[in-house]
């Protein structure tokens, strides 16, 4: 027999999809009753429900750590069982009032989910299963109610209270007390729900909608942080804007509030007419934010507002169609920040991060389709895969489709399922309908994980040329055979001697295994642009012509396409480097050159163009991944480079002063090239490179000028760097997101001694495994730092093992983010490979793990 202490963990039921069943019991209309403090908040909430079709099925609430202290039905004493943490309600009408109480403890309440305390305020996230750590509820998206919240609370401690909807009330209490009541019109789901008490204060500002309602816009923050928030302000009314010329969406309350906290699982949460954020993605000020911080704001205030209508006014019927919400309202924000952009810079961002995420996921142990089939934690499936890969099978639809029958099936979708929690099915079938497309095999992209892989050939003779396509599915976990899948790829030939286009692009929608498509009207060689704007999320390998690459990376009018042959160019020659072969850079520095030369190239696409691959994108493409030989090929590769293109780089530098009160396209870009262009110097002369970085950092008023300057003494290290890091932590002391960049540019420094600044760092008294942004800041810019994480020695390993398991004693979701880069032990040489595996196995043998890290580490161990 086992004995329970040496037993191996029980991994948790799985949930799975063809499960589904609809809900026994319905709860049209919730009221709640929130007495709030810190210590000790009482919940009273009084249920309506409704029997769900004929049977005689008990009631089944959701609870997770709440007991009840009072159970009632229809005013008199209720029948009730727990069965483990669901409250079971025994109801002989079909419809009743349920009324339970609890008692919460926000302030001990570490995993950040349900209601918890957060720098003095209250505030809750229920997305996905939140909601039954507050009250006794059927806790799934497809029960939909109306909600009416009383909140009370001490007026000094707590003298601002908001909920969803509109204020309908409000008066003093006894002893110092307030409440406020607060109802939203809109029926919604539980993971909708929010509320916050706190000690705020806000920028307001009206908005006129599209059919002239004037809506009152509210972003609450510290009061010290108020003049960090016009900027959010700013992208906020934008979005709506947007929204309303592009989709046809306006805004449907008479307010909406958005409010900053500073601890926060995720970046942000939709909640109907409450946002929170992460104050990450709202707090910026030029001293302190950089161009990215902006921009990252922008999408996510975008991506939060996007989701009233694509996700609380149409949401999901189960957890499994999350991407239904996710992946097409992601699809909108990269659509909004293409509009207020540059198109071309924010597609070559958008899949330069699916391949630094999404890629790897699809490659790994926890690769699952877009619509998983099952789960064992609802947390873990927040994941690239469903965000951006569901983003870009939206994208695909938009360009198989065009844009106005897209247009015209969006407004279907929402017309058609306004007030309902559906399916990613009913996504397709309104795109079908509205269009008249036949989308039966493209929802294999739904169901099919894995990232395709295209191989393709220009067969050239005299009349024409053929271009022979083939198309693999890999196999990944539970799905070892693929049928083909249906591939848009928007593909141009370019004349080998004119440079130019022969004949309009077109549009080749790949089906089968193997398929050939003619261009007749080709009268010169030609070159094969292909997958232009990145039209499928696949792989694609083409066989190239001598000097075709070469041509293209400087030539392709389609910018995306001409960054993608730099990176296939640079790519080439780093991987013959990583396998042993001479270092040879001559056609890079040719491109480079040609490139920084350019007159007709923004400084931001120069600047991801000359960029090279990065070593975590190298890793994906050999096999075993050796990080130290990738390492060493990239660093003799950017030595080489900087030193053939001293006098180039130098110019570019030079030329790239931007203004620094600007924060336009163009400054931003200026920035970002400056950064590319000083990392090369420093790799071709490290002195030259210092003196520089440390000349931009003493005279920085930007954060992306004085986050380059670290960056490039971080890589060479020394005096210069130690000095640096001083003086940005004396400067930014107190200000936590500032000091978070001051962590993760330790820990990502590229450098054999980044793991003791990373032990000392875990010591230091600003470490707080209770803040998300900190953990983040240290153990995840860490582990995707490749050469300082993948240390031969493993202590890289050990220390991230670790940490998962002292975070997961404080906030599980959190911990369980980090266990991705030890899951890929499979593809590395056999020494870091068993060590990788030997640190998962540690995390498994702790007692008491978590669901969210035990799903994660049983599956890559699996
Ligand atoms: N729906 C949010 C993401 C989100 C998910 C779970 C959370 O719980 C901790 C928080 C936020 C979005 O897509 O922005
Ligand atoms: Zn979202």
């Not at 804007?241 to 958005?258: A, H, K, Q, S």
């Not at 030609?526 to 030539?555: C, D, Q, Y």
């Not at 793991?755 to 707080?768: G, I, R, T």
């Not at 983010?817 to 032990?825: D, I, M, N, T």
Request: charge should be negative; glycine fraction near 6%; include cysteine.
């Amino acid at each position: 027999m086992l004995d329970a202490r040496t037993a191996p963990p029980v991994v948790p039921q799985e949930i799975r999809r063809e499960d589904y069943r609809a809900p026994d019991w319905l709860v049209p209309a919730i009221e709640l009753d929130f007495d709030l403090a810190a210590e000790k908040t009482l919940v009273t909430a009084r249920l309506s429900v409704e029997r769900n079709g004929e049977h005689d099925r008990p009631l089944r609430l959701d609870g997770d750590e709440i007991v009840p202290l009072a159970v009632l039905v229809d005013g008199a004493e209720a029948r009730w069982t727990m069965d483990g943490a669901t409250l079971v309600v025994e109801l002989s009408e079909n419809a009743a009032v349920v009324e339970t109480r609890v008692a919460l403890a926000p302030d001990r309440n570490s995993k950040l989910m349900g209601l918890y305390a957060s720098g003095g305020l209250l505030c809750t996230q229920c997305e996905a299963e939140g909601f039954r750590r507050i009250t006794f509820f059927p806790d799934r998206p497809d029960v939909l109610s109306r909600y009416r919240v009383r909140m009370s609370a001490d007026k000094a401690r707590f003298p601002v209270l908001l909920a969803n909807g509109n204020p309908v009330e409000t008066g003093d209490g006894e002893d110092g007390s307030h409440w406020a009541v607060w109802e939203d019109p809109f029926p919604k789901p539980s993971y909708l729900f929010a509320l916050v008490a706190g000690d705020l204060a806000v920028n307001s500002d009206p908005f006129t909608t599209m059919s002239g309602r004037s809506v009152e816009l509210g972003i609450w923050v510290r009061e010290g942080d108020l003049p960090r928030t016009d900027h959010a302000m700013e992208s906020l009314k934008q979005s709506m804007r947007w929204d309303e010329e592009t989709y046809g969406r306006e805004y449907d309350l008479d307010r909406f509030n958005i409010v900053a906290v500073d601890d926060f699982n995720f970046g942000a949460m939709e909640n109907k007419g409450l946002n929170i954020f992460n104050s990450r993605y709202i707090l910026a000020a030029p001293e302190t934010a950089s161009d990215a911080d902006y921009d990252a704001i922008a999408t996510v205030v975008a991506h939060e507002y996007f989701h009233n209508w694509s996700g609380d006014r149409v949401t999901c019927r189960d957890w499994f169609q999350l991407s239904l919400k996710e992946g097409f309202t992601v699809f909108r924000d990269q659509g909004f920040s293409a509009a207020i952009g540059s198109a071309a810079v924010e597609r070559i961002e958008q899949v330069k991060s699916l391949r630094a995420g999404q890629f790897p996921e699809d490659a790994g142990p926890l690769a699952h389709p877009v619509r998983p089939d099952s789960y064992i934690e609802i947390s873990n499936f927040y994941t690239a895969t469903v965000y951006n890969k569901g983003a870009e099978l939206i994208r695909m639809m938009h360009t198989i489709l065009g844009p106005e029958a897209f247009r015209a099936g969006s407004d279907l979708y929402f017309e058609r399922h306004d007030g309902q929690a559906v399916t990613c099915e009913d996504f397709v079938r309104a795109m079908e309908d509205a269009s008249g497309a036949d989308l039966r095999q493209f929802r294999l992209w739904y169901s099919q994980a894995g990232t395709p892989r295209v191989l393709a050939r220009l067969e050239q003779d005299g009349a024409g040329a053929t271009l022979h396509l083939a198309q693999t599915v890999p196999a990944t976990p539970g799905q070892t055979d693929k049928k083909p899948m249906l591939i848009p790829l928007r593909v141009a030939l370019i004349g080998e001697r004119s440079g130019a286009e022969l004949a309009t692009e077109r549009l080749i929608l790949l089906d089968g295994e193997q398929s050939s498509v003619r261009f007749d009207d080709v009268g010169e060689p030609a070159f094969l642009s292909i997958n232009r704007g990145f039209s499928a999320p696949v792989i694609v390998t083409a066989e190239r012509r001598a000097g075709e690459i070469e041509a293209l990376a400087v030539s392709d009018q389609d910018p995306f396409a001409r960054f993608e042959a730099m990176q296939e160019l640079m790519s080439r020659d780093l991987l013959a480097a990583i396998y042993g072969g001479a270092v040879e850079t001559g056609a890079t520095v040719a491109a480079i050159r040609s490139t920084l030369a350019s007159n007709a190239l923004d400084p931001a696409f120069k600047a991801l163009a000359i960029s090279l691959p990065t070593e975590a994108e190298l890793a994906e493409k050999v096999d075993p991944v050796d990080p130290a030989a990738i390492h060493a090929a990239r660093e003799a590769f950017r030595v080489a480079i900087g030193e053939a293109l001293a006098d180039d780089l130098e110019a570019a530098y030079a030329g790239a002063a931007a203004d620094p009160d600007s924060l336009d396209s163009l400054a931003k870009g200026q920035r970002r090239l400056r950064a590319a262009t000083l990392g090369l110097i420093a790799a071709g002369n490290p002195e030259r490179g210092t003196e520089l970085a440390r000349r931009q950092f003493a005279e920085a008023r930007t954060m992306s000028d004085r986050q380059a300057a670290m960056m490039a003494l971080g890589t060479v290290g020394g005096d210069a760097w130690d000095e640096a890091l001083d003086a940005f932590y004396r400067r930014f002391a107190g200000d936590p997101l500032v000091i978070d960049k001051w962590f993760s540019l330790q820990a990502s420094a590229p450098r054999a001694e980044t793991l003791d600044a990373v032990e000392a760092l875990e010591k230091h008294p600003d470490f707080n495994l209770a803040n998300p942004n900190r953990v983040r800041s240290l153990a995840g810019a860490y582990a995707m730092s490749p050469f300082a994480f993948h240390r031969a020695d493993g202590r890289g390993y050990d220390w991230l093992a670790r940490m998962i398991v002292a975070v997961d004693r404080v906030n599980p979701q959190t911990a369980a983010r980090f266990v991705a880069p030890l899951g890929r032990w499979k593809r590395y040489e056999p020494v870091r490979s068993e060590k990788m595996r030997a640190a998962l196995e540690r995390i498994m043998a702790e007692p008491s793990l978590s669901k969210d890290v035990l799903e994660q580490v049983s599956k890559s161990l699996a």
